[in-house]
């Protein structure tokens, strides 16, 4: 399984990015895709994922403001992030494993949860 991420970069607070993460080596359409990132410092903390049949589930601090999305046809998944902040800075890795990704259940956040990462893009936001 292979995870590649792309889309990452510096922007200005209040700007946006849109990052993509290709899969390949996997049945795309049966795994759920995560989106973690790790700051300097910190532990590596879930942001966003998608499960197999497009239901999504985000942490509370991007609710509202990030959107993630799979194109099976491409075997891609994007994170569209909007209205970025100083603390989104990070390192965004992808992720993948044949898991559920569920809201209600708040499942799919862990890092534990995913077997295979991708090598993580930088977001800088400056303010």
């Known amino acids: 399984v292979q995870l590649m991420e792309s889309g990452g970069g510096l922007v200005q607070a209040g700007g946006s990015l849109r990052l993509s993460c290709v899969a390949s080596g996997v049945t795309f359409d049966e795994y759920a895709i995560g989106w973690f990132r790790q700051a300097p410092g910190k532990e590596r903390e879930g942001v966003s994922c998608?499960?197999?049949?497009?239901?999504?589930h985000y942490d509370d601090s991007v609710k509202g403001r990030f959107t993630i999305s799979r194109d099976n046809a491409k075997n891609t998944v994007y994170l569209q992030m909007n209205s970025l902040k100083p603390e989104d800075t990070a390192v965004y890795f992808c992720?993948?494993?044949?898991?559920?990704?569920?809201?209600?259940?708040?499942?799919?956040?862990?890092?534990?949860?995913?077997?295979?990462w991708g090598q993580g893009t930088q977001v800088t936001v400056s303010s």
């Open positions: 992720t993948a494993d044949e898991i559920i990704c569920d809201a209600s259940l708040d499942y799919g956040l862990g890092p534990a949860n995913y077997d295979y």
């Open positions: 998608v499960g197999s049949a497009g239901n999504t």
